[in-house]
C-alpha cells in the first residue's frame, strides 16, 4: 500500500520561505519520478516541479528560481523548498509519485498522491 504524507505547509508573509515535506511508505522514490503540485482556489491543478531517478529536476516557469525539488533517498521523503513567496503561491500544495513527464518536465499521469497542505500567502 503506497501512502504520500504532506507536511511543511503554513500561513507566512509575502518574501517568506517555507520547506514542504512529503514522506513517502510502499515505494522507492530512488527509482520514480517525483512532483509537486498546487491548486488554487477556483483555479486548475498546476505542476510544479518533477525530479526523476536520475535527479533531473524541471520548475513550471512560475516557480523557477524560486522553489526547489529535492529528496533524501534513505529517508524515502521528497522536499520542496519554497523561497521568495508571493500571494500568488497561495494554494494547497500536494506531492505525487510514479508521474510522466513531457518534453518540457511537466508532469502527467501521476499514480499516487497524497492528502495534500494548504500553504497560504499574505
Known amino acids: 500500500h503506497v501512502q504520500l504524507v504532506e507536511s511543511g505547509g503554513g500561513s507566512v508573509q509575502t518574501g517568506e520561505s517555507l520547506r514542504l515535506s512529503c514522506a513517502g511508505s510502499?515505494?522507492?522514490?530512488?527509482?520514480?519520478?517525483m512532483a509537486w503540485f498546487r491548486q488554487a482556489a477556483g483555479k486548475e491543478r498546476e505542476g510544479l516541479a518533477t525530479?526523476?531517478?536520475?535527479?533531473?529536476?524541471a520548475y513550471a516557469d512560475s516557480v523557477k528560481g524560486r522553489f526547489t525539488i529535492s529528496q533524501d533517498n534513505a529517508k524515502n521523503a521528497v522536499y520542496l523548498q519554497m523561497n521568495s513567496l508571493k500571494i500568488e503561491d497561495t494554494a494547497m500544495y500536494y506531492c505525487?509519485?510514479?508521474?510522466?513527464?513531457?518534453?518540457?518536465?511537466?508532469?502527467?499521469?501521476?499514480?499516487?498522491w497524497g492528502q495534500g497542505t494548504q500553504v497560504t500567502v499574505s
Open positions: 505525487a509519485a510514479r508521474c510522466n513527464s513531457d518534453s518540457r518536465g511537466a508532469p502527467y499521469g501521476c499514480n499516487y
Open positions: 510502499g515505494y522507492r522514490y530512488s527509482t520514480a519520478t
Open positions: 525530479l526523476d531517478w536520475r535527479g533531473i529536476t
